[in-house]
Structure formats: structure tokens, C-alpha cells
């Protein structure tokens, strides 16, 4: 729907995204012609939005999230068995993909899913920081991430930090700007990180790491996580995937 919201730096201005909904792919591209594209290059990559960024700090530092909101929306990505296995033969790529956001910076995002109301499967394609949600949150404490009875039903695939609701729940090591550039490829900051929440989420899909850290929830976390669980129904999971993964 949108590439990029933010909000400005120095100015109290509300932005919300409510009730949209995207149908189309998820996934970064792997090659231009014939030469492979660097999974680092492709970056932002959501159904709803790629980059959410709520730049605004009060005087004291503070962060106020309900400045920013991505509010009941559903994106649902489909594919049939030829694109899976296509997908899989080539290196699998993008950094930050989400099935609603890329990448959270501070925002909330409220009762929005990935549930697919006909029954059809449904997939996020990526390389590192992949959730069925969003790729990466780096939220608030004083709800970020809030989502009563929000779910996700489609699966996760990617090569690491890789999680049906969120790749990973964290702060960053790196600063903002670089990330938002694209100079690097984020690193979980391993203290723990009160400002980062998830809050009243369902995990409906399969979740594969071809690397490492896999979650149900979330790939890596050192926030706060509550009232999530992650129930799979091992019945609907294509017949590629258990090929490839199994």
C-alpha cells in the first residue's frame, strides 16, 4: 500500500493507516537479468507499509506511539506450488519483510492480520528479519505492536531471524540512520528492551529458518511478549515445503 510513513523529528503530527488491504506478493527480488541482487540491497518490504518510522521525540526523549498507526489492515499473499519452488531454488532475499510491516520504528500496530477468510495458504518470503507481522520491531512500551485477536496465518520463510509474528523483538545496536540507509543489516542488541512489545498475538503458520533463529512468536526477542501462542495445523502445509524442510 504505502512504501514508507513517518513521522517528522520536530513536529507533534498524527499518522494512521487504517483499514486497507493488500493481496498482492511479499518478497524481494533476486536477480536483475541475470545477476543476483544482494540480499542487504532489498530492504522495507511489507504488505501494508515497508518502513513505519515514528521519528518524533518530546523534550525528555520520549517516544509517543499512538502518533503512528497501522490499524485493521489484512494483507494476504498467495502462491501456488511452482512459485514456492521457484522462490526456493533461488537464494531467498530481503532484509526487514513483513506480511503487514517491513520495519516498526516506534509505531503501533493494532488488530491487523494475515488471515486468509478462503482457506488458501498463504506465505512471507525473505532473508533476515522475516515475520509474519512484521520483520522487525523496535516498538514502545506503551503499546506497540497491540493487536487483540490478531493473527497470522501465513507461513515464514526465510534464511534467519525468522518469526510468525515478528524476526525479531529488539533494540538495535546500530543507529537509526544507518539502518534506514541501509549501510547494514541490523544486530539485536542483547539487553533486555522494555520498549519493545508484543501484545495478543496468534501464530497460525509454519515458520522455517534455512540458518537459525526460528520462533513461533518471534525470531530473537529481549522485550516483552504477552498473551501470544502459536498454534499450527499441520494438515495444510504444502506439499514443497515438506519436501524442502521436513
Not at 36 to 64: H, L, P, Q, R
Amino acid at each position: 500500500i504505502v512504501g514508507e510513513v513517518r513521522t517528522p523529528h520536530n513536529t507533534q503530527v498524527s499518522v494512521t493507516i487504517t483499514d486497507c488491504e493488500n493481496k498482492g506478493a511479499v518478497y524481494a527480488r533476486t536477480k536483475v537479468g541475470t545477476n543476483n541482487v544482494d540480499a542487504k540491497k532489498c530492504g522495507f518490504i511489507g504488505g501494508i507499509t515497508g518502513y513505519a518510522a515514528n521519528m518524533y521525540e518530546a523534550g525528555d526523549g520520549s517516544k509517543n506511539t499512538n502518533l503512528l498507526r497501522i490499524v485493521d489492515c489484512v494483507s494476504v499473499s498467495k502462491y501456488d506450488d511452482s512459485d514456492i519452488a521457484t522462490l526456493l531454488d533461488e537464494n531467498l532475499n530481503g532484509v526487514y519483510v513483513g506480511g503487514i510491516v517491513g520495519y516498526n520504528y516506534y509505531g503501533q500496530i493494532e488488530n491487523c492480520s494475515t488471515k486468509n477468510e478462503d482457506g488458501d495458504v498463504s506465505f512471507v518470503f525473505g532473508h533476515s528479519f522475516v515475520g509474519g507481522i512484521t520483520g522487525y520491531n523496535c516498538g514502545s512500551a506503551d503499546g506497540s505492536f497491540e493487536g487483540e485477536k490478531s493473527i497470522n496465518t501465513a507461513n515464514v520463510i526465510g534464511v534467519k531471524y525468522v518469526g510468525g509474528i515478528t524476526g525479531c523483538n529488539a533494540d538495535l545496536e546500530e543507529e537509526q540512520e544507518e539502518i534506514e540507509a541501509l549501510e547494514t543489516i541490523a544486530t539485536p542488541k542483547r539487553d533486555v528492551y522494555y520498549d519493545a512489545e508484543l501484545l495478543n498475538w496468534q501464530n497460525k503458520g509454519y515458520v522455517f529458518a534455512k540458518d537459525s533463529y526460528a520462533g513461533g512468536i518471534s525470531g530473537v526477542n529481549t522485550g516483552w511478549i504477552y498473551n501470544c501462542d502459536s498454534k499450527i495445523d499441520g494438515s495444510k502445509i504444502p506439499t514443497e515445503l515438506m519436501q524442502r524442510f521436513s
